[in-house]
């Protein structure tokens, strides 16, 4: 019973990685809201923007550096070892926010950017003293940001806000089977990621 438990955790880690909740939030974006009406070509674009350097570019960087160190990715767990990790996901993250702003793509849609940007970087400053999960945090902002879009945009987006309370559930339980964090890191990070999605729906 503890193997399978270990197993399926280790699959929901993989599974909601960090790194695929900006695609996710962005296909949200624009297949459950107004912004449905956009061309597909648009949409399409954007999309392969946000998932080369969001998703493939740090995945194939990470995995990279962690070949090059003779390290497995679970390793990573080490806190000393996940500040390079972070510096290449954030200098990721602001070149697709960069391009986005160059292109002119509407804020609106750059603002999940903007938001998962926000997260790397406060989680990696967080993570020089103490190790903060991104995991927790990456859908701590994505339940944030479903929650400020539903009240602030009126958009009924209630059943995707209990999707999301119940894969934070699972998400977080996973980290704590793993034994990868306490507690108060996976809490810490939930809310870390939630303020801050909140505020820069809010106010970005």
Do not use: D
């Amino acid at each position: 019973m503890e193997k399978k438990l270990v197993a399926a955790s280790r699959i929901l880690s993989m599974v909601f990685n960090p790194l695929y909740l900006p695609v996710v939030g962005m296909i949200v974006l624009f297949f459950f809201s107004y912004l449905n009406m956009l061309p597909w070509t648009y949409k399409l674009t954007v999309l392969a923007l946000v998932a080369l350097f969001t998703l493939l570019l740090p995945t194939l960087l990470i995995r990279w550096y962690t070949n090059y160190h003779g390290r497995k990715l679970f390793s990573l767990g080490q806190k000393e070892r996940r500040a390079v990790p972070y510096i290449i996901s954030i200098l990721c993250y602001f070149s697709c926010c960069f391009i986005m702003a160059y292109f002119h793509i509407p804020h609106f849609i750059s603002t999940i950017l903007v938001a998962a940007l926000a997260v790397q970087v406060v989680c990696a400053f967080v993570n020089a003293w103490w190790k903060v999960s991104t995991h927790s945090a990456a859908i701590g902002a994505v339940t944030g940001a479903i929650v400020v879009f539903s009240v602030v945009f009126g958009f009924y987006l209630l059943w995707w806000l209990c999707l999301a309370l119940i894969v934070s559930g699972l998400v977080c339980s996973s980290r704590l089977v793993l034994r990868v964090h306490t507690l108060s890191q996976v809490v810490g990070g939930y809310f870390i990621g939630f303020a801050l999605a909140v505020l820069v729906v809010l106010y970005i």
